[in-house]
């Protein structure tokens, strides 16, 4: 099947820090999202970013689907970024989401 | 958009025991997937859920484990069955967003299950 790593594991900040996760994946995706997982549980979605760049904020997101990978740019990092960031991506015509392992971000004051 | 609200927020239960989990989304969607997240884990897909049909189990899923039901298109339960500390985790309820061109998916905010 698939394979996707999101890279780094963890990651410590300090407040104010810029930051880039990365999302690697082994064969063609569809509809690659980015989510964040808050400490309480609750997961958001931040991007549905099967190609191209977007922004939102202090947040943006690249995917470069020929070179299969998507990026997630933290700037100017706040405590409420911890948590854990997934990417999530379907293959082929299942609606099946697959997620990676995640990233765990805690940003410190 | 959806908003999707998820009974009970947490709960601990005893082995051997069953618990089921009410999923209310605030439009009416054509499907509703079950997922699980174990400790520390990332995200499994347990079911898909469609309205006046059999569920959709993934591998390593079973029925009898986990049946769900789909009575309307805005409603879905899902009952964790005989359980063991192994099924101890956070389950999610989610459904795509709706609208022209929307491929976003949407989660529930959890319920997080502890198996004494």
């Known amino acids: 099947g698939i394979q996707v790593e999101q890279s780094p594991p963890d990651l410590i900040l300090q407040e104010g820090a810029n930051s880039t996760l990365r999302c690697n994946f082994s064969?063609?995706?569809?509809?690659l999202q980015w989510f964040h997982q808050n400490p309480w549980g609750q997961l958001i979605n931040l991007f549905y970013i099967p190609s191209g760049t977007k922004q939102n904020g202090r947040l943006s997101a690249t995917t470069v689907a020929t070179e299969r990978y998507s990026l997630l740019y933290i700037s100017s990092s706040q405590t409420t970024d911890s948590g854990v960031y997934f990417c999530?991506?379907?293959?082929?015509?299942?609606?099946?989401?697959?997620f990676g392992a995640g990233t765990r971000l805690a940003v410190h004051p | 958009s959806a908003v999707i609200s998820q009974k009970p927020s947490r709960d601990i239960c005893q082995r051997g025991t069953s618990l089921t989990i009410q999923c209310q989304v605030d439009?009416?969607?054509?499907?509703m997937f079950w997922y699980r997240q174990q400790p520390g884990q990332s995200l499994t897909l347990i079911a898909t859920a469609n309205q006046g049909s059999e569920a959709t189990y993934e591998s390593g899923f079973v029925i009898d484990k986990f049946p769900i039901s789909r009575p309307n298109l805005t409603f879905s339960t899902l009952t964790v069955s005989n359980m063991s500390p192994e099924d101890s985790s956070i389950y999610l309820c989610?459904?795509?967003?709706?609208?022209?061109?929307?491929?976003?998916?949407?989660f529930g905010p959890g319920t997080r299950l502890t198996v004494l």
């Open positions: 064969d063609s995706v569809n509809n």
């Open positions: 989610s459904v795509e967003g709706t609208g022209v061109g929307t491929d976003t998916q949407y």
């Open positions: 999530a991506f379907r293959v082929g015509g299942y609606n099946k989401l697959i």
């Open positions: 439009s009416q969607v054509t499907m």
